[in-house]
Every structure is written in C-alpha cells, then in structure tokens.
C-alpha cells in the first residue's frame, strides 16, 4: 500500500498568491482529515470529509481557506490568498472512519509564503 | 473543550537511561487516546491506541499507559534510533472520528 499521498511536498510562494495543495487517501478510507502543524500551535484540524461529504470545517481560520474532495481519491485544500503566516506544514491523513481507529498520516506539504 | 498536555516540551536522555513521558486530558467521553511518533520531516507514525483506564500497551521498548486523567508513555533502555518527538492524542464522545493533539515531547538519546 502507498499510503497517504501529498503534493506537493514543498511549496514556496509569494504573498497574495494562490496555493494549493493535494492529497490521495488510501484506498478504502472513507474519512479524510487536513491538519496543519506550527511550532506555536502543534497540529490542529482544519476540515474533515466522510464519505466525500465536509462535515466540521470549523477549524479553518479564515475564508481565504477551502477544501474539496470531488471522489473518494482526491481532495484539495487552497489558500486564496497566501499570507506569510499561512506558512506551516500541512498534514492530510485518512481512516477507514470508525471510532477509535488511528489516522494515517501522509508526509505533509512544508508551505513556506514570503 | 477537549485539552491535551504534554510534558517535558523536551528530553534528552543517554542511551540506556529509561524515563517516561506524560499525556494529561481533559475531555468529555474518552473514546481513545492514540500515541504517534514523529521524525522531522515526516508525517506522525501510529503507536498506540488505548481505551480505558488501566490498560496497557507495548510495542519493543515502549510501553503505554492509561489513567482516568493521564498517559505515560514508558521508554526502557532507549537506543539513539528512539529519538523522535512523540505526539498524544484524545478522541472525545463529541466529533466524529476527530482526534485533538498535545504539542507533543521531543525525545532525544544520545549514544
């Protein structure tokens, strides 16, 4: 199994700019999770899909933030516009979806905005 | 609101030096508290999940622990390849599925 798949893996960019980032979740997981990771704050939730479905997106800071998953292979989270302190490593993980299961995590998408 | 901590923030240990690592919670309706590992510049690793008060987990030289209101996580006689920062995370009776994490102890063995 691959895994959780992201890319792309790193991403510098100018302020004002847009960014998007994207992921594959393994196959047959049915939730699919987005995180971001600072060094202020750890790892915090974004947004959450099941079954291709947003379900709580109240972790997203701003509406400059958006996620989509139009199948249950592909999702994307875009930054519209970039801000520096957008800059941060961005997590996509999956699960099969049932409590008390663990997440998978993918390598991340270190996203640096100048 | 669910809330993680974790203590040390940092530890460093000699090769051999056992020692453990703290998860505090506090949540309404424990459903899992879940250990991952992290390298830099890696996505957190699975560890462990634990269920309720009193169990326990081991994985080599790791060992975890559950408490109504903590989590230990045991390293007995670490090696270098243990260094890491580990991360603890509770899953609560409210969310589906959502997990909210510690900052996580970075771990660090020296030979």
């Known amino acids: 199994d691959a895994g959780v798949i992201q890319s792309p893996r790193h991403e510098v960019t100018e302020m004002g700019q847009e960014v998007t980032l994207r992921c594959k979740p393994i196959?047959?997981?049915?939730?699919l999770f987005w995180y971001r990771q600072t060094m202020m704050r750890g790892l915090e939730l974004l947004i959450y899909?099941?079954?291709?479905?947003?379900?709580?997106d109240s972790g997203m800071p701003e509406d400059r933030f958006s996620a989509k998953m139009p199948n249950a292979s592909f999702s994307t989270l875009k930054i519209q516009p970039s801000e520096p302190r957008d800059s941060a490593v961005y997590f996509c993980?999956?699960?099969?979806?049932?409590?008390?299961?663990?997440?998978?995590f993918g390598p991340g998408t270190r996203l640096t905005v100048l | 609101e669910d809330q993680v901590t974790q203590s040390p923030e940092a530890l460093r240990l000699q090769e051999g030096e056992s020692s453990s690592l703290n998860c505090s919670y506090t949540v309404s309706g424990l459903r899992g508290l879940f250990w991952y590992r992290q390298d830099p510049g890696k996505g957190p690793e699975f560890l462990f999940t634990?269920?309720?008060a009193g169990e326990e987990k081991e994985k080599e030289r790791l060992k975890a622990t559950l408490t109504k209101k903590e989590s230990f996580l045991h390293i007995t006689a670490p090696k270098p390849e243990d260094s890491a920062t580990y991360l603890c995370?509770?899953?609560?009776?409210?969310?589906?599925?959502?997990?909210?994490f510690g900052k996580g102890t970075m771990l660090l063995v020296s030979p």
């Open positions: 634990l269920y309720s």
């Open positions: 899909f099941n079954n291709n479905v947003p379900i709580d």
């Open positions: 995370a509770v899953q609560a009776g409210r969310g589906y599925s959502t997990l909210t």
């Open positions: 993980a999956s699960t099969p979806g049932l409590a008390g299961v663990e997440q998978f």
């Open positions: 196959s047959g997981h049915n939730s």
